[in-house]
């Protein structure tokens, strides 16, 4: 598991499937590289972006997508 950093490249290295940055206000940001989600990935939970203010939360919401995307 990734311990939670503000280190971008940490987070890019860790989660290649996701375009990730960080806005001028610090939130994280990341966006599925390559992937278009049908509504029924997204009725599922799926998300095309997530955010979070904070590196533990947004990792967090990275490690859940990837669980959800192995059960769909």
Do not use: C, N
């Amino acid at each position: 598991m990734v311990r939670p950093s503000y280190d971008l490249d940490v987070l890019r290295a860790a989660f290649p499937a996701w375009s990730v940055f960080r806005s001028d206000a610090g939130v994280f940001y990341a966006t599925r590289r390559g992937v278009r989600l049908r509504d029924a990935d997204i009725d599922k939970g799926l998300r095309q972006t997530v955010s979070a203010e904070d590196a533990e939360t947004f990792v967090s919401l990275l490690h859940d997508q990837g669980r959800m995307a192995v059960g769909s």
